[in-house]
């Protein structure tokens, strides 16, 4: 990691405000309707049990970080969380073992190989790089606190509950169909092992993963869980405060330049927001200070990536201006004047 000193030196956070309700509601039904024709991208069928999914629903969710929801389509509709479930673990274990640690044992940086990739491991002295891939996240797993593998499902479930805003319920059915078929998680926690980077037992930790991975959860759901991260931990429907702020803020990152696997690049830079998907067809986005988006449509691209939950949150971001990297020239010109410190902060604003 590289050397920073901002000892004594205050986080200070700036954040704008989303348009009128009214106009959030519009932009969230035409974002659905406009990508509801797409017809590319096929359903996840390395694990059967994801194979069974309806590739015709498809659901899109705001949740802002006041609590107001608005929705389109199948927002209700239940499927497993997959590996969305990596930003919750990720968040949870910043909060019990510290930034330094985690970012020191587990990675920040992006892999530039599939999710599932082993070559990623042994190219990097068998180091994980990133907690949005398979080997970070059950390297991120095996960091939460617990006396054994029950202790830690305990944790994660309800955690994971927390960050919903109710109790989720475990998909027995996909739990058993990715345990018997999870032969490469086994061997990519037995790689670890062997390179020193799990201290608990390997199977166990994947079979912890492999739980996290079946919790049901619904579009509307990963819409709260994103409004629970994009207001520095505390969830806008039960004002439960899950996870501290800094645990937050590096959980945003990751999922930022890691999250869509190899087309995270391309997605920051057409969209412009934290984002992490799953091989369910879901994806969770956060857009700080602001809202959380969940949107659920089982076809996937040759990345793994929904086809419809992009081109949804695409469309977005661009119409609710929520690409943190966009802006335009200062009305009026010229220079500012005065302290910096007095400027307006944005979120007086109607629209940012």
């Not at 505390?234 to 190899?262: F, I, K, Q, R």
Request: net charge negative; glycine share 10%; aromatic share 6%.
């Amino acid at each position: 990691m590289m050397e920073i000193d901002v000892e004594g030196v205050e986080q200070r956070v700036f954040t704008g405000v989303l348009p009128a309700w009214d106009r959030v509601e519009e932009a969230v039904q035409d974002a659905h309707r406009r990508s509801s024709s797409a017809a590319d991208g096929s359903v996840a069928d390395y694990i059967p049990a994801l194979a069974n999914a309806d590739p015709d629903l498809f659901g899109v969710c705001v949740v802002e970080t006041d609590g107001a929801v608005h929705g389109a389509g199948d927002t209700d509709a239940a499927f497993s969380i997959q590996s969305v479930s990596k930003v919750l673990t990720y968040a949870l274990a910043s909060d019990t073992v510290g930034h330094d640690v985690i970012a020191e044992r587990i990675g920040v940086n992006s892999t530039g190989q599939s999710f599932d990739s082993v070559m990623a491991i042994e190219l990097n002295g068998g180091h994980t790089m990133n907690p949005m891939v398979n080997a970070g996240a059950i390297a991120t797993t095996a960091l939460l606190p617990g006396a054994d593998a029950g202790e830690r499902w305990e944790i994660l479930h309800d955690a994971f509950s927390r960050f919903a805003g109710r109790s989720l319920e475990l998909d027995e059915d996909v739990y058993r169909s990715e345990a018997e078929h999870n032969q490469r998680n086994m061997a990519i926690a037995r790689l670890l092992e062997s390179y020193g980077r799990l201290d608990v037992e390997p199977l166990e930790i994947v079979d912890v993963y492999t739980k996290q991975c079946s919790l049901r959860v619904t579009a509307r759901d990963l819409a709260v869980m994103g409004a629970t991260l994009a207001d520095g931990g505390v969830n806008p429907v039960t004002d439960d405060h899950v996870v501290s702020p800094e645990a937050c803020t590096a959980t945003l990152a990751v999922m930022a330049t890691s999250g869509l696997y190899e087309r995270s690049g391309e997605w920051l830079f057409e969209i412009g927001i934290p984002g992490k998907s799953g091989v369910s067809g879901g994806i969770l986005a956060v857009v700080p200070g602001k809202a959380g988006i969940g949107v659920y449509s089982p076809p996937l691209d040759d990345a793994g990536n929904s086809v419809r939950g992009q081109r949804s949150l695409a469309y977005l971001s661009r119409v609710l201006g929520l690409n943190l990297f966009a802006s335009a020239p200062r009305a009026g010109g010229g220079s500012r004047e005065g302290d910096p410190d007095a400027a307006v902060d944005s979120r007086t604003t109607d629209d940012s």
